[in-house]
């Protein structure tokens, strides 16, 4: 067991922190491209997205918190239909950008990968910048 518990609200929170700079270097990135080909107008789509998979990663993580000292199949058949539900939501509501226009669909869907890509990096940076499971071997007494 782990020396030290942390929450999943605990393990985001620190991922967010670690690459929060990062999140504002790639938007300021993306608001100059699109403004150097007068596409402005896109960038509310593209802060869909970063709502989007934000919205993806807390529910993961909610969901895997939710599913701590279930059974197996328990478990399993929760994370399956959270899944479900999750892959549904942004496919309907990437259906509805695509209904709009295709650049639309393409900037939620660049929005969408860019935080869901740099929110993953973070949650690995703080896997490995913090002690909170590589105390397993510790022997204590």
Known sequence: ?????WNMRE???TSIKNVKKVFAVMTFAIIINLTAVNHLELFPAILVGY???????????ARLSSVIGLTTEKAKRRMLIGLILRIAMISIVLFAGLKISEMIF???VTGFFTFYVIAHLGLIITSYKNSYHNNDDVNEK
């Open 1 to 5: 067991m782990c020396r030290k518990f």
């Open 106 to 108: 393409f900037s939620m």
């Open 51 to 61: 709502v989007l998979a934000a919205f993806y990663i807390i529910s993961t993580a």
């Open 11 to 13: 393990i985001l929170l």
